[in-house]
């Protein structure tokens, strides 16, 4: 989830309009197409999904949009959400069932408001959902809450976990069992703001030339709430084996950082935001290096972008939102889900959702 800086709609329909035109042509009966999926939840607008299998189901976690009357600007104010559900099926193409509110922002003692892209976990019987929101003095934090079901109801701690910071958390089980938080996102989350190891309330960024901002990484202790270690930088490569530049616009981190392991490899994928693609990185352990491998989702109708990766009865999803369902309101947003596929190398095949579809999900 991140901010929205303000720009036309109509300047944002024609740079659709415009990838439309020139990816076209480009598009092979091979390639995933998600532009005819329909969004999972029409009752609400939901964004940010991230999804897991448990208990044998398919489970998502969304953020939910509402119209909250703020006005909009580049902090991201007005994505003022302030409850989570919880939304689960039991095979791809059903409907969704609604599990109702897992947590509201008036249950968190120590958060404000806020409440953006969030994850769930397990671990031995309990499930663990975090959350980003702001605290009393509007600096992001991200907290933790439990239930015995992954449909909730989630139940926060008092306070949240010592030494996060900024938004979007996503927590990854490895295989030998330890669990790894990532996290981050500039501009409206803040993670320009911590580069001195500490929180300055002013916005800077580095120069084009220099490696871009980095997402976070941190194990998890053993209760699941709380930092095991200092967070590190996640280093993401270009192919020449130096760090992304911060003017690298079309490859470097902004946002909604996920992991997902697959033959051998750790995926990091990511929204480069403002360019609005999804793209992906290979590593070889959880901590990385990553060396930018390509976009795994082109730009969607909307501002944002953010996704989940997720294996489920053989197959490999895609989720991720758009502005389809509000006709375009970037800030009213709904979820949706794409099979995806990987070439013989261990590349991701590319899905635009800007082009006519060209095989069934």
Sequence with gaps: MRSTPIRSFGTLLFALVLCYACSDSKQTKNQPSAHHLEPLVTDLYTADPSAHVFEGNLYIYPSHDFESGIPEDDLGSHFNMKDYHVYSMESVGEELKDHGVALRVDDVPWA??????????????????????????????????????PS?????????IDGSFSIDPAVFKDTDGSYYMYFGGIWGGQLQRWQSGEYIAEDTYP????????????????????????????????????????GANDKRFFEAAWVHHYKGKYYFSYS???????????????????????????????????????????KWYLFFHDSSLSEGKTHLRSIKMAELKYNPDGTIQTIDAMVEPKNEL
């Design 112 to 149: 404000k408001r806020q409440m953006w892209a969030p994850d769930a976990a397990k671990k031995d019987s309990t499930y663990y959902l975090y959350f980003p929101a702001k605290d009393e003095n509007d600096i992001f934090r991200i907290g933790v809450a439990t239930s015995k079901s």
């Design 152 to 160: 909730g109801p989630f139940h926060p701690e008092a306070k949240p």
């Design 207 to 246: 120069a084009d030339n220099d490696p871009a901002i980095s997402p976070k990484v941190a194990k998890l202790s053993n209760d699941m709430k709380q930092f095991a270690e200092l967070p590190k930088d996640i280093v993401i490569l270009a192919k020449d084996g130096k760090p992304i530049t911060a």
């Design 272 to 314: 480069t935001g403002d360019t609005h693609n999804i793209a992906y990185a290979i590593g070889d352990n959880p901590y990385g290096p990553f060396t930018y491998a390509g976009v795994i989702l082109k730009p969607v109708l909307g501002w944002t972008n953010h996704h989940s990766i997720v294996e489920y009865n053989g």
